[in-house]
């Protein structure tokens, strides 16, 4: 069981504090172990427990802070305290009775280390809030699992803990989060080049200066690209321990690739500048745009020349005087950022490159979507149909993409992305079943890809096509994006007859959709927009279902199936699920 070996590992700690109580870096890791501990007790039900390692924790980080002679002395007869219950607890968690009959022990304890942590940690001004708005972590991007144990490792050991995200959502979510200082990011690349690439630019755009390692087992394949152009500091395999990759980071051997604008020593105009946190410096990398200082005239002051590094003393001069932002200029900011765009761009529509030679490049992307599909009565010549069409379909998109500066940006939008790939394998699975010959399956490609690409500069909330959550303006837009989208296919120059089915794929054959049917005439709707219909429809039950185990996607397909689309389709759709 985990918590019998994390109380293992605090029994050690405590052991180590026993001969030398001095070291308050060890009351730390107690503290950050215990955090991991109330996380696992938090989600059963142990509600005293739960509460006394919360407490604990506030204790153990405090009393790391503290000089209090008395106070560590304390604090460390109630950890041992701690190792004891945690013993008991693991051995009878089973049965509750049992559990019930140290309850009282524990909760007098929880009164002790509530006193303790008063008495002599009042002025201590770390509460667990606090303490992780200080943090200064290593953001690592890794969904296969393959440094996982490194990390998990590392969050035992190290404070801070470096910070782990597997999804593309929690990873912005992370670089989004304002209190929190990263030092350095790690994104494995063991996975297909949208996902990665879009992770760098996203490093970029939220974190400007802090350097970015790739990881790949086969370093080799990354010749091809420009790191330099990149802003990437160096690609390596997955490091053995948590403490390598941070050596590999304090290295320094990789430079950035400086784009020449041409900046002053002191600017006035406050407008057309952007402020980056102080710590993305931290690891004393160069930096690929100048740096500016904000002064008290509103003007700003050049600390550093484009290609400099900011040293860690000027760094820690001003952390002392309270300077937690530097200041870049818009313009030389956006051509930095536009110039690692184009590399980039460059990499993902070139399917020669070494990089983009993965089997399964895009289905990564809507892997939620493919593993559903693996768990229905769906056969498996109907799935292998779907995989090899969205594969061709992704290669298609990203070879016109290699000569349009709009196609490149929506290919490297990871949440369109999802959606496009969900819905060409979706519409995959069903090709089998409606006679399609092979000459239409380029626009079918086509329009799944592309059907909603007027949505790209829109907000999350629109992109995700669910009405339930939209405002009045929002709504609007939603409701003028087909016909927007077919515009924009328009000009691509696509066949009229993908236009149309984009411009037609939310419209269904009882009008309960949208652009309504036109009056006085036969109620048709494009072929292609229907399965792009359907798809859209299955996966909002799909993402319905996911929130309220009530709903059967299967069973609300089913009833809507016969209204809203031609016997064509629900006969395809019937057979492939075998409803
Ligand atoms: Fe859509
Ligand atoms: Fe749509």
Redesign the pocket.
């Known amino acids: 069981m985990q918590t019998e070996s994390m109380r293992i590992s605090l029994g050690k700690i405590v052991e180590q504090l026993g001969l030398n109580i001095e070291r308050p870096k060890l009351f730390e890791q107690f503290g950050q172990q215990i955090d991991a501990i109330y996380g696992v007790l938090s989600m059963i039900n142990v509600p005293i427990f739960a509460e006394y390692t919360l407490k604990m924790k506030e204790m153990c980080y405090k009393c790391s802070r503290s000089d209090s002679e008395k106070g560590r002395k304390k604090s460390l007869e109630l950890m041992k305290a701690g190792v004891s219950f945690l013993g008991v607890l693991v051995e009878k968690i089973s049965n509750p009775e049992e559990l019930e009959k140290i309850n009282f022990q524990v909760n007098l304890d929880l009164k002790k280390i509530e006193r303790t942590t008063i008495q002599y940690f009042n002025n201590i001004k770390m509460g667990s809030i606090q303490y992780e708005e200080d943090t200064l972590s290593i953001l690592i991007f890794e969904k296969k699992g393959g440094i996982k144990s490194t990390v998990e490792e590392a969050k035992k050991k190290y404070y801070p803990a470096p910070i782990f995200a597997n999804a593309p959502g929690g990873y912005r979510k992370e670089l989004a989060r304002n209190n929190l200082k990263i030092a350095g990011i790690v994104i494995d690349t063991e996975l297909s080049s949208n996902i990665w690439l879009s992770l760098i630019e996203q490093a970029h755009m939220f974190r400007p200066g802090v350097p970015i390692l790739l990881i790949n087992q086969d370093k080799d394949i990354f010749e091809e690209i420009n790191k330099g152009k990149l802003n990437i500091q160096g690609v390596i395999t997955r490091p053995k321990d948590f403490q390598k990759l941070i050596d590999i980071f304090k290295n320094k051997e990789g430079q950035a690739e400086i784009v020449s604008v041409e900046g002053k020593n002191v600017v006035d105009n406050a407008e057309e500048f952007i402020d980056v946190l102080a710590v993305n410096f931290t690891m004393g990398y160069s930096v690929p745009f100048s740096v500016y200082l904000r002064l008290d005239n509103g003007r700003h002051l050049k600390i550093v020349r484009r290609g400099d590094s900011i040293d860690e003393e000027q760094l820690l001069r001003h952390q002392s005087k309270g300077i937690a932002k530097y200041y870049v200029e818009k313009k030389e900011f956006n051509s930095y950022l536009d110039y690692c765009r184009e590399e980039v761009s460059r990499i993902f529509s070139d399917s020669s490159l070494e990089i983009n030679k993965r089997k399964n490049r895009f289905l990564e992307i809507a892997e939620e979507t493919h593993n559903f599909l693996q768990t229905t009565k769906l056969g498996p010549e109907h799935l292998k149909v779907a995989e090899v069409f969205t594969e061709q379909s992704g290669n298609l998109i990203a070879e016109l993409a290699k000569d349009n500066k709009n196609l490149k940006q929506f290919i490297l939008d990871l949440e369109m992305q999802e959606h496009a790939v969900s819905v060409a394998l979706m519409c995959g699975v069903l090709l089998k079943e409606i006679d399609a010959a092979g000459e239409i399956y380029n626009e079918i490609s086509l329009a799944a890809f592309l059907?909603?690409i007027a949505?790209i500069n829109e907000s999350s909330i629109v992109k995700s096509?669910d009405v339930r959550f939209m405002d009045e303006n929002e709504r609007a837009i939603?409701l003028g994006?087909?016909s927007k989208?077919a515009a924009v296919a328009k000009e691509l120059g696509l066949k009229p007859a993908i236009v149309e089915a984009i411009a037609q794929?939310?419209m269904r054959l009882d009008d309960s959709g949208f652009p309504k049917l036109k009056k006085g005439t036969a109620n048709k709707v494009n072929r292609i927009a229907e399965l792009?219909g359907l798809a859209?429809d299955f996966l909002l039950l799909l993402k319905l279902s996911k929130e309220d185990n009530n709903i059967d996607p299967f069973a609300k397909m089913s009833y809507e199936l016969s209204q809203k689309f031609s016997i064509t389709i629900q006969k395809a759709y019937r057979k492939v699920f075998a409803i």
């Open positions: 059907h909603d949505l096509e939603f994006h087909p989208s794929h939310h792009i859209e």
